[in-house]
């Protein structure tokens, strides 16, 4: 399979705790961005990567959300101390750096109870 | 910033019908997408409108840009249950940036076979 995968599909974990999802790009794709979405809404921008550099960052990305991609290749995206307000569908997608249109991956349901 | 309003937010047709979304903005957009979401599934992208006008057509879908830019529509004939699912409108943020997606709240399409 080549499109885009992500780590793991589903996260439960308690109020308080730290996680951490990783996200595998198509492999050409040098653009990698990380959204959110919740239940009726459509995908929220959180933040965008062009190769290794971390070019973007929403708002919505408050301090305890942390992204990174090392190598220009894989990357993770941590939250600590997690809220129940974190509960919601992580999606990796990417693309290439002169294309348009962005390739999501199956997305990580986190749930914080 | 930038908002992609959609209507309708929900939509359930006899197998057979037709459906279609709108999507509007009050900015003129640089180009707009479409994807669909299947239940439990992740946005897979669909098409890209650039040009002013532009009507493209893949089988029974019919995706359509405005002349000023700012409204799309997205029309399906005869619809089938595969076509159940949710349908985003996207567009990338003003300032020519062409990564940074703001979808749309989406139209959730169910179909009664």
């Known amino acids: 399979d080549t499109g885009v995968s992500q780590n793991p599909r589903h996260k439960i974990t308690k109020r308080g705790q730290n996680v951490t999802f990783r996200c595998d790009p198509i492999s050409e794709h040098n653009r990698l961005y990380w959204y959110r979405q919740t239940l009726g809404q459509g995908p929220e921008f959180l933040t965008y990567?062009?190769?290794?550099?971390?070019?973007?960052k929403s708002r919505l990305l408050s301090d305890r959300f942390s992204a990174e991609r090392p190598k220009g290749s894989f990357s993770t995206l941590e939250i600590q101390r997690t809220e129940q307000g974190d509960s919601a569908m992580y999606l990796c997608?990417?693309?290439?750096?002169?294309?348009?249109?962005?390739?999501f991956g199956q997305g990580t349901r986190l749930t914080v109870v | 910033g930038q908002q992609v309003m959609q209507i309708p937010q929900y939509q359930h047709v006899q197998e057979g019908e037709d459906f279609t979304t709108y999507c509007n903005s009050s900015t003129t957009l640089s180009n707009i997408q479409w994807y669909k979401q299947r239940p439990g599934g992740h946005p897979v992208f669909l098409i890209q409108?650039?040009?002013?006008?532009e009507v493209k057509k893949q089988k029974r879908l019919t995706f359509q840009f405005g002349e000023a830019k700012k409204n799309s529509s997205l029309h399906i004939t005869a619809t089938q249950t595969t076509d159940v699912g949710t349908y985003f409108c996207a567009s990338p943020n003003s300032g020519g940036s062409n990564y940074k997606l703001t979808f749309g709240k989406g139209t959730l399409l169910t179909v009664n076979p």
């Open positions: 990567f062009q190769n290794e550099a971390q070019l973007e």
């Open positions: 997608a990417s693309s290439l750096e002169w294309a348009t249109e962005a390739f």
């Open positions: 409108l650039v040009k002013s006008g």
